[in-house]
């Protein structure tokens, strides 16, 4: 009987391993993407390749009606401690027909045997109850709506962070290292990017590596993103951020942004902006008291002084949050830049006005 015992749950755990890897979260028909460019094919928070995690996709849209897709809906639940996010207008992959679908309608399955997407956690959808049901049935999991999913992404987004971040530092980033420093041309400018995913498709699209893998490309950039972009920007030659600080006029996680990054401060009290722009708008509310203004050079990244600074508004490079102020240390830089990029004119830091900010957003 003993034996018997053992032989069935060897065989129950057998079948539930074959029936968790029979399931593929990848798409198995032309996924829905709905970002723009060709960083469309990955998720703007963590990097990976939307095709390859789609049954867990979700999308959404931030300021200006830019749209979002995510591996997963804890890259959706990151993204809205940074950004405003009307929780009336998210999207998700319904598993059956792999077609975007109102989350506030899905049925999700939590806690099935298949795999998390970044998160211990699995959590997919479903647009019709019984299929929902039936994959119950088979994977186990229970069904819940959107809001109770999104709540519980939200509450083991720590956890899963650092489950994450362990991964990383022990296999990603050393991998990713590795390629950097025997495919890459050194030169590689990671901040001339605003976003991980951009950065990916700059990788693949202008062959700055060779030919990679996707897990080689994913590594790569993680390494290059989270660890050489940062550790480039440290010591006292350049703005230092903190990753708790946000911008106070537009909510943004500046640390995200060293190559825009921005400051104003009052005695020992500073606040930090993801761009000139920001800045200016803070500024012109708020002049009483300030001590030292400092701006991030556009070529060396160094800090510098903003009222020293030459400013190029107008062109055809934008910041994080689009249109920007773009400031050089040297006037010669700044017209070179402005011929270069299409730039309207060139402003010492006493000519901006809060007009010509604002017109920045227009």
């Known amino acids: 009987m003993k034996y018997i015992l053992i032989f069935t749950m060897t065989l129950f755990l057998s079948l539930s391993s074959l029936a968790a890897e029979e399931f593929t979260k990848a798409a198995t028909i032309k996924p829905e993407l709905v970002q723009k460019g060709s960083q469309k094919e990955w998720c703007p928070v963590c990097g990976m390749k939307i095709g390859m995690f789609y049954k867990t996709s979700h999308a959404s849209k931030i300021h200006d009606d830019k749209q979002r897709q995510y591996c997963s809906i804890r890259c959706l639940a990151v993204d809205m401690k940074e950004h405003d ?80 971040q362990n991964n990383k530092e022990k296999k990603m980033y050393p991998m990713g290292k590795n390629i950097f420093e025997k495919k890459c041309k050194q030169n590689l400018d990671i901040n001339a990017y605003l ?63 060293p190559k825009w990054a921005a400051q104003i401060f009052y005695g020992e009290k500073h606040y930090s902006f993801d761009g000139v722009k920001d800045m200016m708008n803070y500024y012109f509310d708020n002049k009483d008291g300030i001590s030292k203004m400092l701006v991030s050079d556009y070529y060396s990244q160094k800090a510098i002084d903003a009222t020293k600074a030459y400013y190029v508004i107008g062109s055809d490079v934008y910041g994080p949050m689009g249109h920007e102020l773009i400031p050089f240390k040297n006037e010669s830089e700044a017209k070179n830049f402005s011929m270069d990029h299409k730039g309207f004119k060139v402003l010492k830091f006493e000519e901006i006005n809060l007009k010509e900010v604002q017109k920045l957003d227009d």
């Open 85 to 164: 996010i009307n929780l009336d207008d998210i999207k998700v992959v319904d598993v059956t027909s792999q077609k975007l679908i109102d989350a506030n309608s899905a049925f999700y399955v939590v806690g099935s045997d298949v795999q998390g997407t970044m998160t211990k956690v699995s959590k997919l959808a479903f647009a019709d109850k019984k299929a929902a049901e039936a994959f119950s049935d088979e994977h186990g999991g229970k069904i819940v709506d959107f809001k109770t999913t999104l709540k519980m992404a939200q509450d083991s987004l720590s956890s899963d962070i650092q489950m994450v």
């Open 195 to 257: 976003e991980i995913n951009e950065l990916k498709a700059g990788i693949k699209e202008k062959n700055l590596c060779g030919e990679l893998q996707e897990p080689q490309l994913q590594a790569l950039s993680l390494y290059l993103w989270e660890v050489k972009r940062f550790g480039d920007a440290k010591g006292g030659e350049y703005i230092h951020v903190a990753e708790d600080e946000k911008c106070p006029i537009c909510g943004m996680f500046v640390y995200k942004y």
